[in-house]
């Protein structure tokens, strides 16, 4: 079984900042890329940003210059730094890892269960 488990959400005044957390753990071979998703209310899911094993980032263009995602591979924990936060940013943020279990699975997506960021005055 792998476990995708986000961390960090909560409340913060616009132009404040957030760090957001997600741990894969479980019967994991490798990660081939980890990222981030949010679900503002009333829309679809969207992608924030992207980072595979070895190769650049993507941003979408809205958080580009305030979102930082980072990865620590020996820890399997994918980051997004928030900064500059406005009240459209405001969503359920979810962590996507594409990765492959031990054993004869093919590479799959895992999702984490959503952590909320509230971005309000």
């Known amino acids: 079984q792998v476990q995708i488990v986000e961390s960090g959400g909560g409340l913060v005044q616009p132009g404040g900042s957030l760090r957001l957390s997600c741990a894969a753990s479980?019967?994991?071979?490798?990660?081939?890329?980890m990222g981030w998703y949010r679900q503002p209310p009333g829309k679809q899911r969207e992608l924030v940003a992207t980072?595979?094993?070895?190769?650049?980032?993507n941003y979408a263009d809205s958080v580009k210059g305030r979102f930082t995602i980072s990865r620590d591979n020996a820890k399997n924990t994918a980051y997004l730094q928030m900064n500059s936060l406005k009240p459209e940013d405001t969503a359920v943020y979810y962590c996507?890892?594409?990765?492959?279990?031990?054993?004869?699975?093919?590479?799959?997506?895992?999702w984490g269960q959503g952590t909320q960021v509230t971005v309000s005055s």
């Open positions: 996507n890892a594409f990765l492959k279990r031990m054993g004869p699975y093919a590479p799959s997506d895992y």
């Open positions: 479980g019967s994991i071979f490798s990660i081939y890329a």
């Open positions: 980072i595979p094993s070895g190769g650049s980032t």
